[in-house]
């Protein structure tokens, strides 16, 4: 609700927050009803009530439930936990205290809220940034950022994850000298953090994102952790700016600091990441060269009459908001800074918002930079995990017609658990198809030519310029390869020396071939095909090259199919339609539309007995219950176009537009991880233990049995 009212008034310091007596709604629904202010909820239940009375009546017929008038103050989904044991104090500040303490045998930290001493009103500001810090960390979960365990109610205690080593802004200025691969591990581990938040939709800010919030897990080069981002008191989600003025003014950004223009979003984080780098690795203080400009300091004079300077903010921030004032490189103090880091800071910290490069290209670059410097390292920085992204963002039923919206729940498996390298080829063209058989790599491309790798060495055996125009679908069928195009030709080859056998040119009255099917059907082995702008599949007999059947759909264009029995499942432009076959009038009969997408379906996929996969353009992937007919859930991937499904091993890896290869179980139909490759997926096949793909760089990669398992 916050964040709703957030985004709709860019101030909130101008609304009211009230909410409505449920006791008056429920006995004069016609009337306006009495109505409770959110501090005076916030009051009664962080001191242990759980009512509050309607006109404040302390009765027993006035009694309101407040965990069901406000549920978000009542944390409701969040763990509560009961026996914890309180130890030494770390820590202090304007919201309260931090302790060091132990839950069931584990060191935790716990940050408690100050008592409500104070102002009513103070008290429930302070709450207000203690629920938005709950309820943000208890949706995240990523090695790179500080965990929620849970939340004590009275006193009101937050337990996370303690990481022992520090906070980054102590490390930094202390006498101990930190390697630059410890610096780039530490400013890659940061990264990471904030790509994950960036990712998820709608983006969270951090909004005090600087050294002091960052946490040090380990100093060893080596450690598959090091830094962590902590302190989510101030993050929210964007939608679609924020407004508000923070302190800690060396780390924010000029639209942060600029009263006149008070509303930002994400790009903010990427100026303070950009300070963030520049303290990592030149050693300074932001802006310390500074202090002794008198256009941006003055002296003063301590109580003992010595002369010190401090900074004329409201000066030096005009500078930074006007005059693109920012960190010196050339302070005699600081390290020096090599050039390609340089660019990047200065990208970062760039006056224009657009300018400033996303987290995605950030940890690129500094992968880059890592690699090019430690080039024996065995630190992978190009996966992520699949809680980098809002992966799932919705779950429908086909027993309901309304749609239940679910948080992603992230798994805690990264691909840089189990990941190595990926080798990859660079083509001529753009590889569509491909095809694994007798220990052969069959790959068309979209200039019509075929290539055909050995699979074992991944050595290119044969280049065959066949087609004209697209080669878009390839099947094995025995000792045969078919391969389809764009100008609607059927070509066969030898399987095992790799030779053209067969041309079936303009089939479809040169229509495009888009899918080819093998089955066996009565002892025969057929080639089934699809021309879309036709409306039409046709049967081929594989001995003789004749064709069986030509079946005809009414004005729907056929994209994609699958045969179950004598059913057929058509994926068309928009949805999932199952015919019955008529072999002998060679006509498909209308059973049943289901629907499913809402744009062009793609790919059918069989990965269990009873179910059928899809996937479309509209970024759904729906599963189907072949013997029902009918659909059984339907996830929401938010990956662009879905280009292409397939079943491998334990898994269905969905290839999107989006840059990426998700990897679903095919048993709780949840994603278990995800490789990000450089551009979008054309095309996914199991070669023996290993994973080609195809992407529109023109590019084949081959993904080894470890990054699968």
């Keep these: 609700v916050d964040v709703l009212i957030e985004s709709v008034y860019q101030s909130t310091d101008k609304v009211d927050i009230v909410i409505p007596c449920l006791h008056c709604l429920r006995h004069n629904p016609y009337r306006s009803p009495y109505k409770f202010s959110k501090s005076e909820c916030i009051s009664a239940w962080t001191s242990g009530s759980p009512f ?75 709450f207000e940034e203690f629920s938005r810090e709950v309820y943000t960390m208890s949706s995240l979960d990523h090695p790179n950022l500080v965990r929620l365990y849970g939340i004590t109610i009275n006193p009101l205690r937050m337990v996370m994850e303690f990481v022992s080593g520090g906070d980054l802004y102590h490390i930094l200025h202390s006498p101990q000298t930190l390697s630059l691969k410890l610096r780039l591990r530490v400013a890659l581990d940061i990264a990471k953090g904030m790509r994950y938040l960036q990712n998820i939709s709608p983006p969270i800010m951090h909004r005090d994102l600087r050294s002091p919030n960052i946490l040090i897990e380990a100093l060893d080069e080596e450690a598959e952790v090091i830094a962590k981002v902590a302190d989510f008191g101030l993050a929210m989600s964007v939608a679609p700016s924020a407004s508000g003025f923070l302190g800690s003014w060396q780390w924010h950004a000029p639209e942060v600091l600029d009263s006149n223009s008070p509303f930002y979003d994400e790009a903010a984080d990427i100026y303070s990441f950009g300070i963030l780098l520049w303290e990592i690795f030149t050693g300074g203080y932001p802006f310390e060269s500074y202090r002794g400009d008198d256009r941006y300091s003055k002296e003063v004079g301590k109580e003992d009459g010595t002369p010190i300077r401090h900074f004329r903010i409201q000066n030096i921030k005009q500078a930074i908001i006007r005059d693109n004032l920012r960190p010196s490189f050339d302070d005699s103090n600081n390290i ?42 065995k630190v992978d920085f190009k996966l992520r995990d699949v809680a980098s992204r809002p992966l799932l963002q919705s779950v429908s039923s086909s027993e309901s017609s309304s749609v239940e919206r679910k948080k992603t729940r992230k798994s805690k498996l990264s691909l840089s658990d189990y990941a190595t390298r990926s080798d990859h080829f ?208 339907s996830m929401d991937v938010n990956a662009g176009n879905i280009r292409c499904l397939r079943h491998i091993n334990n898994h269905v890896w969905a290839g999107g537009s989006d840059n990426s290869i998700i990897c679903w179980s095919k048993e709780t139909k949840s994603p278990k991880y995800e490789l990000e490759v450089t551009a979008a997926v054309q095309c996914i096949a199991k070669v023996g233990t290993s994973v080609w793909t195809g992407t529109a760089d023109r590019k084949l990669r081959v993904i080894p049995k470890a990054a699968q398992d």
């Excluded at 770390?90 to 409500?116: H, N, R, T």
């Excluded at 657009?354 to 690129?364: G, M």
């Excluded at 694994?436 to 310029?465: E, M, P, Q």
Aim: net charge negative; glycine share 6%; proline share 3%.
């Design 52 to 126: 509050v009375y309607c006109h404040g009546i302390k009765s027993s017929s006035r009694c309101v439930r407040v965990d069901i008038l406000a549920p978000d103050l009542s944390f409701g989904d969040i763990p509560l936990i009961t026996e914890l044991d309180i130890g030494v104090q770390i820590g202090s500040g304007g919201f309260g205290k931090v302790y060091k303490g132990s839950l069931d045998d584990e060191v935790v930290a716990i940050k408690e809220l100050l008592s409500k001493s104070g102002e009513e009103e103070n008290f429930a500001a302070m």
């Design 336 to 377: 020096p800074v090599h050039c390609s880091l340089q660019d990047l800071i200065q990208r970062c910290w760039h006056p224009e918002k657009a300018e400033r490069p996303r987290f995605n290209e950030i940890t690129k670059t500094l992968g880059s930079v890592f690699s090019e410097f430690f080039p024996k390292s």
């Design 426 to 633: 660079e083509l001529k063209e753009k590889p569509l198809c491909i095809c694994f058989h007798a220990n052969k790599v069959w790959v068309g491309c979209d200039k019509g030519t075929l290539l055909v790798y050995n699979a074992r060495d991944c050595s290119l055996i044969t280049v065959h310029k066949s087609h004209q125009t697209r080669i878009y679908s390839i099947v094995s069928i025995g000792r045969q390869i078919w391969t389809s195009s764009e100008e609607g030709s059927l070509f066969v080859y030898d399987a095992y020396n790799s030779s053209r056998v067969k041309e079936l040119l303009n089939v479809h009255d040169k229509h495009m071939i888009r899918y080819l099917l093998a089955w066996h059907k009565d002892n025969l082995s057929c080639v089934w095909s699809c021309a879309p702008s036709q409306n039409n599949i046709s049967v081929w007999n594989s001995e003789d090259f004749t064709k069986l059947y030509s079946f005809q759909t009414d004005d729907i264009p056929i994209n994609c199919f699958y045969i179950n029995f004598d059913n057929i499942w058509v994926g068309t432009y928009k949805d999932v339609i199952v015919y019955s076959v008529d072999y002998k009038a060679q006509v498909f009969k209308l059973v049943e539309s289901l629907g499913g997408h809402s744009r062009k379906i793609n790919s059918l996929e069989h990965p269990t007995e009873d179910e059928l996969w899809s996937c479309s353009d509209d970024g759904k992937i729906c599963v189907w219950s072949l013997s029902e007919r009918k659909l059984i859930t």
